[in-house]
């Protein structure tokens, strides 16, 4: 399923740049080390903002799955088109991420799963992280 071409701007040019190389950022604070996603424009602990405040960092890429929906083609586009899982993942640093979920069976999954970052290249705007179960 097409979820639309991503774009970035002064302010996620750095996400997508990292992207692209296959390094997944996310925030923390400079003043108080707060981990925090890469939405985060202050820190919500210390309120620092601006060169104290939030900056990207790199995150190991692995986390949980807390919840998911699963998103079916259209009828009239379905033929073999599979699913989209729309996850939230908790990183192991902490913050949750909106993000897609590579999986072959939807119906499989369960909260708690283990998952690990993956970066998809596509033809047409930025590169983009997405997670895979990491169980057997």
């Known amino acids: 399923m097409d979820i639309g071409i991503s774009s970035q701007d002064e302010r996620s040019a750095a996400f997508f740049d990292a992207a692209a190389l296959g390094t997944l950022l996310i925030k923390r604070c400079r003043a108080c080390g707060t981990w925090l996603g890469p939405e985060a424009g202050g820190c919500p602990d210390c309120g620092a903002t601006g060169d104290d405040g ?51 069976d939807p119906a499989a999954l369960h ?16 590169s983009f992280p997405y997670f895979r179960l990491t169980r057997g």
């Open 111 to 126: 909260a708690g799963d283990p998952v690990q970052a993956h970066f998809a290249h596509p033809p047409t705007g930025e």
């Open 54 to 104: 939030p900056g990207w960092v790199p995150a190991s890429g692995r986390g949980t799955l807390i919840s998911w929906a699963v998103v079916y083609p259209r009828p009239a586009s379905a033929g073999e088109a599979l699913p989209t899982v729309l996850a939230l993942v908790e990183v192991d640093e902490g913050p949750w991420l909106h993000t897609r979920l590579d999986t072959g």
